[in-house]
């Protein structure tokens, strides 16, 4: 049975960067897409990212391009997330989730199936 722990949150202040990782354990990683989804306090759950299986195509939402980077490892069974220029409306849990590669790069958060118990970010000067 696929699992997923997610590492890597913390404090930090705006304009700074986090690495978020999302370690796999149970099954291999190879074969799901791999998402990121944030949830803040009052908020509706929102997906960031997510990268496919092979990594050839990733899907961002318009809130972080051009300053957050997914990646994948499958040798480490690790899918990484960097944040850069974080702002305090990135505030957040954030949490990985795995769907079917069927899906292709999708951010509908009801085809993942296997989430991680997310990991808190907060950025705050």
């Known amino acids: 049975q696929l699992q997923l722990v997610e590492s890597g949150g913390g404090l930090v202040q705006p304009g700074g960067s986090l690495r978020l990782s999302c370690a796999a354990s149970?099954?291999?990683?190879?074969?799901?897409?791999i998402g990121w989804f944030r949830q803040a306090p009052g908020k509706e759950r929102e997906g960031v990212t997510c990268?496919?299986?092979?990594?050839?195509?990733?899907n961002y939402a318009d809130s972080v391009k051009g300053r957050f980077t997914i990646s994948r490892d499958n040798a480490k069974n690790t899918v990484y997330l960097q944040m850069n220029s974080l702002k305090p409306e990135d505030t957040a849990v954030y949490s990985c989730?795995?769907?079917?590669?069927?899906?292709?790069?999708?951010?509908?958060?009801?085809?993942?199936?296997?989430w991680g118990q997310g990991t808190q970010v907060t950025v705050s000067s």
């Open positions: 990268i496919t299986n092979s990594g050839g195509s990733t």
């Open positions: 149970g099954l291999t990683l190879d074969y799901y897409t």
């Open positions: 989730a795995a769907a079917s590669d069927a899906y292709g790069a999708t951010l509908q958060a009801r085809w993942y199936r296997t």
